[in-house]
């Protein structure tokens, strides 16, 4: 399933912006929390360019925001980071579209409906409001010149952030065992190695709880995120220091390195074989879940020519006299 923010759906009707904003606010949530969201919510390169009331595109709208966050987080995705529409745009011979007699070729909703013509999985995310109404399900679309169709396709088509966080939760089931749960964030996590944890016998022997699991997924994307947005040769992007500032440093960081006592005193537990490749690490390092005191032990600090970074254990406290 792939989704298209459609750009056509932005017709300057946002007079107060505010309600533009808490629309990307929820979306950038989203692809903040699901990296499903993250991979498959595309737009195209033009759409910073789109008109979000009678004075302002969406760039001059952010340009002179006081939330510094928020203009920064919106650009990068839609100026720099995408994924982008015209990057990976579905071929078509006959690409001409319209919906109500606008030519929306070039737009995500267009995209959608090549995706769609080609029996594709293709939803469309609409703003409602403006002079046509796009807050409508399906979307249909007609192919081909007005003297010559080809065809009329249905686009699936959703204007709600919270239908769209439904949709992303259907598309995997939730974990229902510490097998499926260390199973999905292999395949979710490119940039960690996730070792068969499921064969200790220490985490075999805890019941599975999903609270427990959603933690650990959180932990986990933010270590993948961090060893995604450094460069080739290890070196930290802005990207990657915002990381350390927000999750390894301060009172409430969610990773921690173990303190000298425990390091000398329980050093023996914390030492664990590489599954990737041979030799051992000393992993003091962890994610904290306070939640029966969970711990996910991992390598730290990741050397620069480390390309990944090795998930040593997920269970129980090893501290624990």
């Known amino acids: 399933m792939y989704w298209f923010l459609n750009d056509a759906s932005l017709q300057g009707q946002f007079g107060e912006s505010g309600e533009f904003e808490a629309v990307l606010r929820a979306l950038l949530g989203l692809r903040a929390a699901k990296p499903d969201v993250r991979r498959r919510l595309r737009a195209t390169r033009s759409f910073a360019s789109s008109t979000v009331s009678n004075h302002l595109v969406v760039r001059e709208l952010l340009a002179g925001h006081r939330d510094k966050d928020l203009k920064r987080a919106v650009l990068d995705w839609l100026d720099r980071s995408g994924p982008f529409i015209d990057d990976e745009r579905f071929p078509e011979a006959d690409d001409y579209f319209e919906y109500e007699g606008l030519d929306i070729t070039s737009t995500g909703l267009g995209e959608a409906a090549r995706r ?53 939760a259907a598309l995997e089931p939730a974990a229902a065992n510490w097998a499926e749960l260390l199973q999905t964030a292999r395949r979710r996590f490119p940039n960690l190695e996730i070792g068969p944890l499921e064969r200790n016998p220490v985490l075999a022997r805890e ?115």
């Open 207 to 321: 019941p599975f709880e999903a609270s427990i699991r959603d933690r650990v997924l959180e932990l986990l994307q933010i270590l993948d995120e961090y060893v995604g947005s450094r460069d080739a040769h290890g070196k930290e992007s802005k990207q990657a220091r915002e990381i350390i500032d927000l999750h390894f440093t301060g009172e409430k960081a969610r990773f921690t390195g173990e303190s000298s006592t425990n390091q000398k005193d329980f050093k023996a537990a914390m030492i664990f074989d590489r599954s990737f490749g041979e030799g051992e690490f000393f992993a003091h390092w962890h994610g904290k879940i306070s939640h029966r005191f969970f711990r996910v032990h991992f390598e730290w600090p990741l050397d620069g020519n480390r390309q990944k970074l090795e998930i040593f254990y997920l269970g129980p406290k090893l501290t624990k006299n």
């Open 116 to 168: 769609t013509k080609a029996d594709t999985p293709s939803t469309t995310f609409s703003f409602v409001g403006g002079p046509k109404n796009f807050a409508i399900h399906p979307l249909e679309v007609d192919h081909g010149l007005p003297e010559d169709r080809l065809g009329k396709y249905r686009v699936p088509n959703i204007w709600d952030p919270q239908d769209l966080a439904t949709q992303v």
